[in-house]
T-cell receptor
Framework: DTGVSQDPRHKITKRGQNVTFRCDPI?????LYWYRQTLGQGPEFLTY????????KSRLLSDRFSAERPKGSFSTLEIQRTEQGDSAMYLC??????????????FGPGTRLTVL | RKEVEQDPGPFNVPEGATVAFNCTYS??????FFWYRQDCRKEPKLLMS???SGNEDGRFTAQLNRASQYISLLIRDSKLSDSATYLC??????????FGQGTTLQVKP
């Protein structure tokens, strides 16, 4: 399968614990995006990378959240000191950029986080 | 005010019905527009892009009105398999997607 993959698919943790999610984009896609989706809402943008550079972060991304894409391939999203309000689906998407124009974003299956 | 607003529904329609969804967006500088489909507990998938000239893909027709900042999706001859959440999406110049809340469609036999 050459689509976007995410790991783990589900994570249950206790409040105050740290969690880390991984996203593997489609090979050769230089753009990688993270979104968060809560029940009954559409996905909300968190941050994105072009290659290894993090180019934009949403105000939703508090200082407990950090994302990296160290070699411009896979990315990790870490949440420190989790809170119950962090419970959501975390979606990763990737796209290619040609001629300065981003193309279709392909989404991974998401990581569903439950904070008890 | 939300950047992209949709009526969450649900829309309950019989098979074969025609159903229309609308959404409005607030940023007049938005670059491109899409409808995504999301099945329960699955990731969003691109349904179609939306252009001012209107575009059609089989039973689906999408339309953009830039002056009114209004986007629509029309589904003709609804099938049971069309049951899903339809997300109105605006793409800003940076490439990030701004999603509406989604409109839930339930097609019944």
């Amino acid at each position: 399968d050459t689509g976007v993959s995410q790991d783990p698919r589900h994570k249950i943790t206790k409040r105050g614990q740290n969690v880390t999610f991984r996203c593997d984009p489609i090979s050769e896609h230089n753009r990688l995006y993270w979104y968060r989706q809560t029940l009954g809402q559409g996905p909300e943008f968190l941050t994105y990378f072009q290659n290894e550079a993090q180019l934009e972060k949403s105000r939703l991304l508090s200082d407990r959240f950090s994302a990296e894409r160290p070699k411009g391939s896979f990315s990790t999203l870490e949440i420190q000191r989790t809170e119950q309000g962090d419970s959501a689906m975390y979606l990763c998407a990737s796209s290619a950029i040609w001629g300065g124009t981003p193309n279709e974003q392909f989404f991974g299956p998401g990581t569903r986080l439950t904070v008890l | 005010r939300k950047e992209v607003e949709q009526d969450p529904g649900p829309f309950n329609v019989p098979e074969g019905a025609t159903v229309a969804f609308n959404c409005t967006y607030s940023n007049s500088a938005s670059q491109s527009f899409f409808w995504y489909r999301q099945d329960c507990r699955k990731e969003p998938k691109l349904l179609m892009s939306v252009y001012s000239s209107g575009n059609e893909d089989g039973r689906f027709t999408a339309q953009l009105n830039r002056a009114s900042q209004y986007i629509s999706l029309l589904i003709r001859d609804s099938k049971l398999s069309d049951s899903a959440t339809y997300l109105c999406v605006v793409n800003e110049s940076t490439g990030k997607l701004i999603f509406g809340q989604g409109t839930t469609l339930q097609v019944k036999p």
